[in-house]
């Protein structure tokens, strides 16, 4: 029998390699826009072309190649990055593995076009499916040009594995940012299918920021600045009152590199403590700065995770960095931060070079389990605070409540779901609110809780499921339309959802770059902040994007659901909750909200009559 095994030709184990380093449009615009900054230049041009799916070209005006190196820099594990082993652990440039270019090549039709400054001519060099086409002498301006044209023409089943051109755009802009943010000191431009979407003059971060998010952060942004032995820290945060309900600006960058860390979001997170309203992020924009030599760069180039030495010391000094400058800006009290001052006294390593294991003292004889009785018969301490006697009972109350719940639903007990018939015969004017979040009404049986929040959301989302399929709302007019400036990516979200927000019984128009008017909003909205309203949407509909993957229909409708509906907090007249008890009962689903949470439960009496047994 004959050998079988063979070498695969290059184009073949390009187009494979291809596969890592590029898998959308964005990855090659994040490719090519990181060799135009590692070749030194101050001017980036980014132009695309349906969603990239046609045109990715970067034009820069850096350094600029040789005619030998021009041709060499499409050959797999070509770098000028790299020299030795030992290079990899002092690495500042973004590229360094010699790939993305060959990857490009292997499935795109590729044009270069690069002169270095003081040479005559330049080179122009075509390449489709790693094999070159021409090669020629070319009066070109200094720098280089990369057009990459027809991105998977050769693999048809990764370019119909694209997604929206709105989709695909969205991820552009994503790495476009990503890029530009940390680099105010080299200009950017981008232009999507001929029109403008970013123009980034040279500045310092702070204006980079504007530029990028809109003029409205110059009052946003609150200045973090640190130098420790370990880490520089630089950069932004924003004010908590202007805090997201996604993740979306929340931005590290190490090394001028953009990285997610879990673990350094939190140290940010719990900096902002109290300060951030209920399931709010921070949005940040941090640079942190450090020895190349302390950080595990040898980690796949297109993801985002990295590996510290010092994590530990990092987060520390990022909590305080965060809190003094909140503390400073008169956002937090500062005295929070007095207290962690010690952290920058913390020796970096014990003389003795090994760390002691901190101490704790423990009480052996308290048990949290023996404070049961405590909710029965108040402790000393309680009693003497007798003045707060009003929050003693309302803890107390929230607990109990939260206990019966629990409780209800281990024991599973089946809700009778008979309701009509024992809303008729209960009496429904006297429903009763619970600390602004509960409706307490009777039923035949003994009594039931709703959760009015949910419940209406519940009510919203059927309601909006039902206008979004006849495709049409009521709309109130505005008698003064607003203007809304968003984001480029949040620009892109609302003109792809546009239908969707329209059947809504939004009314919006474009208006010039990034913004539009709201002339109208759905007739339904109570609180109408017509800003607030579609600003909500947006997050809330990147929020579910995240969470699950339901049809965009499903998410618009959950969205505006959780939007509209009454809060937590808002006291009800008795009208108001009968009427909510009512509408929930109209609905096709009502014992969960939209996401699966419980709308209702139930107590019977005999569950209480139990209690009362001695
Ligand atoms: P890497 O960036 O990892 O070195 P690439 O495949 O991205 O690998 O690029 C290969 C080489 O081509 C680079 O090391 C650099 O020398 C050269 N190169 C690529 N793009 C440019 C550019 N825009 N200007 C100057 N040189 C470039
Ligand atoms: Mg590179």
Redesign the pocket.
């Known amino acids: 029998m004959s050998d079988i095994i063979r070498l695969l030709p290059d184009s073949v184990a390009n187009q494979i390699a291809a596969g890592e380093v590029v898998q959308r449009p964005a990855s090659a615009v994040k ?2 826009m ?3 900054l ?2 030194g ?1 101050t001017m980036i041009k980014l132009i695309v072309k349906d969603a990239g799916k046609t045109l990715i070209q ?1 034009i ?1 005006n ?4 040789s005619e030998t ?2 041709r ?3 050959e797999r594990h ?5 020299k030795k082993a030992e290079d990899l652990f002092a690495i500042r ?12 090549a292997a499935i795109a039709q590729v044009e270069l076009k ?1 002169k270095r400054i003081g040479d005559e001519t330049g080179v122009k060099i075509e390449i489709e499916g790693s094999e070159i086409k021409s090669q020629e002498h070319s009066i070109c301006p200094d ?2 040009s ?1 057009s990459v044209k027809n991105l998977f023409y050769n693999v048809p089943a990764r370019r119909n594995f694209l997604k929206t051109d709105s989709v695909e755009l969205r991820h552009i802009i994503d790495e476009f940012q990503r890029v530009a943010i940390p680099n105010p000191q080299v200009a950017f431009t981008f232009h999507h299918n001929n029109t403008e979407v970013f123009n980034l003059p040279v500045g310092n971060l702070k204006q980079r920021l504007m530029g990028v998010f809109g003029a409205s952060y110059n009052s946003r942004l609150v200045p973090v600045e640190e130098e420790t032995g370990i880490v520089n820290i630089k950069g932004y945060v924003i004010k908590p009152d202007f805090a997201k309900k996604t993740r979306g600006e929340q931005f590290f960058f190490l090394n001028k590199r953009f990285i997610k860390s879990a673990y350094l979001h939190h140290a940010v997170q719990s900096a902002f403590e109290q300060l951030l309203p209920n399931d709010s992020y921070a949005s940040y924009f941090l640079m942190l700065d450090v020895d190349p030599k302390t950080i595990d760069i040898n980690i796949h ?1 297109t993801k985002t995770e990295v590996k510290f030495e010092d994590e530990k010391a990092i987060y520390a000094f990022l909590r305080s960095a965060i809190k003094k400058s909140l503390g400073q800006f008169n956002i937090a009290p500062s005295l929070d931060f007095n207290q962690e001052a010690h952290l920058y006294n913390m020796p970096l390593k014990p003389v003795d070079g090994i760390y002691k294991q901190p101490t704790i003292t423990v009480d052996p004889n308290y048990n949290p389990f023996k404070t049961d009785t405590s909710a029965v018969k108040p402790s000393e301490r309680e009693l003497s605070n007798y003045a707060n006697w009003e929050k003693m009972y309302s803890r107390h109350a929230d607990n109990q409540l939260e206990f019966e719940i629990k409780k209800e639903e281990d024991t599973q007990q089946t809700i009778n779901t008979d309701w009509d018939n024992e809303l008729h015969e209960s009496n429904l004017k006297s429903s009763y609110q619970l600390h602004n979040k509960y409706i307490l009404t009777h039923i035949k049986t003994g009594f039931m809780v709703i959760e009015q929040q949910g419940a209406h959301e519940r009510i919203l989302y059927e309601r909006i499921i039902n206008a979004l399929e006849k495709n049409k709302s009521a709309t109130q007019q505005e008698l003064f339309p607003k203007t809304i400036e968003l984001n480029a990516s949040d620009f892109a979200l609302v003109k792809d959802l546009h239908t969707e927000i329209t059947a809504l019984g939004f009314d919006i128009s474009e208006f010039g770059k990034n913004t539009f008017i709201i002339h109208g909003i759905p007739a339904e909205a109570v609180d109408g902040d017509s800003v607030a309203l579609l600003e909500n949407l947006i997050e809330n509909y990147k929020q579910n994007l995240i969470e699950l993957k339901s049809d965009r229909r499903e998410n618009v409708a959950r969205s505006m659901a959780r939007n509209m509906a009454i809060k937590t907090g808002k006291s009800l007249t008795q009208e108001e909750m009968n009427n909510l008890i009512d509408e929930l009962f109209a609905c096709e689903m009502p014992y969960s909200t939209p996401n699966g949470r419980p709308t209702i439960t139930t107590f019977s009496s005999d569950d209480l009559d139990k209690r009362f047994k001695k």
């Open positions: 490719e090519l990181e060799n135009a590692d070749a230049s970067v820069d850096g350094c600029g190649m190196d021009a060499m820099s499409f070509a770098t000028s990055k790299i440039t973004m590229g360094f593995r010699g790939e993305a270019l060959a990857s490009v690069t720098g280089t990369i180039p």
